[in-house]
C-alpha cells in the first residue's frame, strides 16, 4: 500500500524558513517523480513544484510564486522528500501535501498533508 | 483568479447525472490530453479520479467519466450517490514556466 506522510508544519513568522518531509513507502521512491501541491485555507490545490526521479535527471520545477525561495530535494536512501522553505510570506499559509506524480501530469497519490502557518 | 474555470457549485438528486465543466485554454487544456480530476471531501486529501481526459485509476467507480472539447474540459458523474457529495478540481498541464494548473474546485452538492 502506497503511504504519503509529511511533517514538519508549525507556524512560522514572516521571513523565516521551514522544512517539510515526506516519508513515503509500498512503492519503489528512487523511480517516482515527486510533486508538493498546497491549499491555502478555504481555497484550491496550487501546484507548487516537483522533482524527478535521478535517473529522469533530478531535475526540479517550480511554480512561480515560490521560485527562488522553496527547493525540493530528496533522499532515496531513506525514501524521503523535502520541501526547504525560505522567505516565508503570509500568502504561503496552506496545507502542503507531497504526491507522486504521473507520467502525463497527474497526482496518483496523496498524503495526509501539513499545515504551514505563516504569521507574525 | 484560478488558470482554470469551474462552476463554484453545481447539484444533483441521488440517481440522477450531472456535468462539471473546466475551462482553459489553448495553452492547456485544448493543448494537451493532460487533464485530471480530483475529489476531495472535507479535510481529506484530494482523490485522483480521472487522468488524461477520461482515463479512471483502478478501483474509481466507472459512474465517473470525463472528456473534453476544445479548450474545455468535462467530468460526469452518473447514478449520484450521497458519497459523491464534495469538492471536485480539474487540473492541466500547460505550456507556461508554471507547468501546470488547477481549477478553482466546484462544490457538489447530492440534494
Known amino acids: 500500500e502506497v503511504q504519503l506522510v509529511e511533517s514538519g508544519g508549525g507556524l512560522v513568522k514572516p521571513g523565516g524558513s521551514l522544512r517539510l518531509s515526506c516519508a513515503a513507502s509500498?512503492?519503489?521512491?528512487?523511480?517516482?517523480?515527486m510533486s508538493w501541491v498546497r491549499q491555502a485555507p478555504g481555497k484550491g490545490l496550487e501546484w507548487v513544484g516537483r522533482i524527478k526521479s535521478k535517473t529522469d535527471g533530478g531535475t526540479t520545477d517550480y511554480a512561480a510564486p515560490v521560485k527562488g525561495r522553496f527547493t525540493i530535494s530528496r533522499d532515496d536512501s531513506k525514501n524521503t522528500l523535502y520541501l526547504q522553505m525560505n522567505s516565508l510570506k503570509t500568502e504561503d499559509t496552506a496545507v502542503y501535501y507531497c504526491?507522486?506524480?504521473?507520467?502525463?501530469?497527474?497526482?496518483?497519490?496523496w498524503g495526509q498533508g501539513t499545515l504551514v502557518t505563516v504569521s507574525s | 483568479q484560478s488558470a482554470l474555470t469551474q462552476p463554484a457549485s453545481v447539484s444533483g438528486s441521488p440517481g440522477q447525472s450531472i456535468t462539471i465543466s473546466c475551462t482553459g485554454t489553448?495553452?492547456?487544456?485544448?493543448?494537451?490530453?493532460?487533464v485530471s480530476w480530483y475529489q476531495q471531501h472535507p479535510g481529506k486529501a484530494p482523490k485522483l479520479m480521472i487522468y488524461e481526459v477520461s482515463n479512471r485509476p483502478s478501483g474509481v467507480s466507472n459512474r465517473f467519466s470525463g472528456s473534453k472539447s476544445g479548450n474545455t474540459a468535462s467530468l460526469t458523474i452518473s447514478g449520484l450517490q450521497a458519497e459523491d457529495e464534495a469538492d471536485y478540481y480539474c487540473s492541466s498541464y500547460t505550456s507556461s514556466s508554471t507547468l501546470g494548473v488547477f481549477g478553482g474546485g466546484t462544490k457538489l452538492t447530492v440534494l
Open positions: 504526491t507522486t506524480e504521473g507520467s502525463s501530469w497527474y497526482f496518483d497519490y
Open positions: 509500498g512503492f519503489t521512491f528512487s523511480n517516482a517523480w
Open positions: 489553448s495553452s492547456d487544456v485544448g493543448g494537451y490530453n493532460y
